[in-house]
């Protein structure tokens, strides 16, 4: 498992109050963890070139309207190159408008096949973070979010989009 952060290690350490225990907890796991990986490039990332998972997972990319348009559509693009044959791709929101998240993943060559609630069950010890500004380390009410999910299918038609 790889784990990854926009974010530089000494930036998640200043910023985040569980960051540290956080990362030595996944060392301790045996995931690897990236520092510096933008969503809408990783697929060029010195440490992720060429590498390809079965599944890619990104939980509450929200930065605004305009800049997560261009995030989200940016990471289907890199997800695409980076994923397996009929691999999945799932995308959690809390706010989503569902046709044109279906949208930018179709014009990255994904097929949407479903969606669950997210639940934080799922993720022993997780407590998201606002992520941003001066309040980053405050949590956020995740209400009626829910885990997209898109395949790679590797016969898909070329349609023009």
């Given at each position: 498992m790889v784990a990854t952060s926009l974010n530089s290690k000494e930036y998640l350490l200043e910023k985040y109050s569980r960051a540290s225990s956080n990362l030595k907890e996944l060392e301790e796991l045996g995931c690897t963890i990236v520092h510096k990986v933008d969503a809408r490039?990783?697929?060029?990332?010195?440490?992720?070139k060429g590498k390809c998972f079965d599944r890619i997972v990104f939980n509450f990319p929200l930065?605004?309207?305009?800049?997560?348009?261009?995030?989200?559509?940016?990471?289907?693009?890199?997800?695409?190159?980076?994923?397996?044959?009929?691999?999945e791709v799932h995308?959690?929101?809390?706010?989503?408008?569902?046709m044109k998240l279906i949208n930018l993943a179709f014009k990255a060559k994904?097929?949407?096949?479903?969606?669950?609630?997210?639940?934080?069950?799922?993720?022993?010890?997780?407590?998201?973070?606002?992520?941003?500004?001066?309040?980053?380390?405050?949590?956020?009410?995740?209400?009626?979010?829910?885990?997209?999910?898109?395949?790679?299918?590797?016969?898909?038609?070329?349609?023009?989009?």
């Open positions: 490039t990783m697929s060029e990332h010195h440490f992720l930065f605004g309207i305009a800049y997560h348009v261009s995030v989200v559509s940016g990471f289907f693009k890199n997800a695409r190159k980076m994923v397996t044959q009929n691999g995308v959690t929101q809390k706010r989503v408008q569902l994904f097929l949407f096949f479903g969606s669950n609630p997210f639940n934080e069950e799922d993720y022993p010890g997780y407590i998201n973070k606002k992520g941003h500004g001066k309040e980053c380390d405050e949590t956020f009410s995740i209400g009626d979010s829910r885990t997209f999910k898109f395949l790679r299918d590797v016969d898909f038609p070329d349609l023009g989009v």
